[in-house]
């Protein structure tokens, strides 16, 4: 039997996991249906796309720090593509 509603947990971990890759269409259908009625599992999808988004411009940031910045560039690169990926 398939269930469009998933609990609490499982959307968190939905949110996270559609962070790094897409989900199905069940998941998304069952997501989209719990965070229009959970205004706590939405508040936290928009915490975890703002940190996301921090981290990004973080990595940007990181591009432009002079080569006199502690991390070496090699570092700073490996840094900004690990924040790059999905």
């Known amino acids: 039997m398939v269930t469009w509603m998933f609990n609490c947990r499982e959307v968190t971990r939905l949110v996270s996991e559609s962070l790094d890759r897409r ?4 998941q998304r259908i ?5 965070l229009w009625m ?3 599992c939405s508040e936290s999808k ?4 703002s ?4 981290m990004r411009s ?8 002079e080569s006199s910045a ?7 690169s490996r840094i900004k593509e690990a924040l ?3």
Do not use: D
């Open 38 to 40: 959970c205004r706590f």
């Open 51 to 54: 940190i996301r988004e921090a």
């Open 84 to 86: 790059k990926q999905k």
């Open 58 to 65: 973080y990595a940007e940031h990181l591009e432009k720090v």
């Open 30 to 34: 069952g997501l989209r249906m719990h």
């Open 46 to 49: 928009r915490q975890m796309l």
């Open 70 to 76: 502690p991390l070496s560039a090699a570092v700073r």
């Open 23 to 26: 989900l199905g269409l069940h």
